[in-house]
Structures are given as C-alpha cells and as structure tokens.
C-alpha cells in the first residue's frame, strides 16, 4: 500500500473516530463550495472546491467578555477539487481560533476565523500547478453568522507547502458553507 493512501486512511480514521475530541457531546458538521482563483497568465485554470467536515469545539473557551469571546475548535475534511480532466482529493485537519460578536441570547452572531492545519492531496499537480508534493499547509481565514446550531460563513483557503519542497505553486480558493451542530 502506497505511504499516501496510508497516511490518507489514518486521518480519515482520526476524523471521524467516535472517540475522537470525546469531550465535546455535540456534533457539528460543515459543508462548504466555492472555486479556485485562477491565473491565466500562468497556465493555471480555476476549478471547483467542495469540503464537507467534522468540528469539535476547543475546551474551555480562552476568553470570555460581556460582547465577544475567544474560542476555537477542531476541523477534520474531506476535500473533492473538480479540475478540467483530472480530479483530486484532499484530507485536512486544521485547528481554527474564532472571535465572536455579542451575547449569547439565543440568536444570530457574527465572528471572524483564522487557522493553519494540514492537508494530504491526492497528486502534487493540480490544475497545471505544482506543488512540489502532496503535503501542504490549509490556511484560512473568513467571517460568517452563527446561532447555538447553524452558521454560514465565507472562507479564504490557501494551500501550499511552505517552500519545504519546489517548486511552491499553491492554491487560492474562495468557499462558502454551512455548519450544522445538533
């Protein structure tokens, strides 16, 4: 068995382990859409991103003022980019820190997120980009609205290796999602 569809099934297994952040009793799933920027002007096209995932709260939460708090959480995902011919697939584990706005009433809040992770991809060419090898860095940040059991959010995905191998072409992706916790 190849060392990358191994090091694949093993963060699979971790992500969605039901043992897995057992301190959290809630479940909370997000979904997400969106395409690559593209840059034409290097023979590189843009293509669609689709993630669905698995989040696990941070315990405790690191602040806690009378309008915002700092908390955070845990996010494993699959990940599915349609290119032109060749598809390719993406596993990530990403901590994520999350500012949020206003009390907690019972309604809609807005926060703001950022976080560094990594990912696994299926091939190291993706849509006439290098990137050097199939492991890379899941940056993000993004804002969104959110309630005690839905949210919406836009996110600014970047991929790349941080130049630990070259060449370093990454990956700009915009998504939109949902995240339901019940």
Not at 17 to 36: E, M, N, T, W, Y
Not at 157 to 174: E, F, R, T, V, W
Request: charged residues 20%; glycine residues 10%; contains cysteine.
């Amino acid at each position: 068995m190849s060392q990358k569809l191994l090091s694949c099934m093993a963060v699979l297994a971790l992500i969605f382990s039901p043992a897995a952040f057992a301190q959290d009793s809630k479940r909370s799933f997000v979904f997400d859409l969106g395409s690559s920027a593209s840059n034409a002007s290097r023979g590189h096209s843009e293509f669609d991103v689709f993630r669905i995932g698995r989040q696990w709260k941070f315990k405790p939460t690191f602040w806690q003022g009378e309008s915002a708090s700092l908390s955070g959480y845990y996010e494993g995902s699959i990940n599915y980019w349609s290119t032109d011919g060749d598809d390719v697939f993406a596993v990530a584990f990403s901590p994520v820190f999350v500012l949020s706005f206003g009390s907690d009433d019972g309604g809609y809040h807005p926060f703001i997120e950022a976080g560094v992770g990594l990912a696994i991809l299926s091939d190291d060419m993706v849509a006439g980009r290098n990137m050097g090898s199939s492991w890379q860095f899941e940056n993000r940040i993004g804002f969104g609205m959110r309630s005690a059991r839905m949210g919406f959010h836009y996110r600014y995905m970047h991929y790349s290796n941080g130049d630990l191998s070259k060449p370093n072409q990454g990956i700009d992706a915009h998504v939109i999602g949902m995240t339901y916790r019940f």
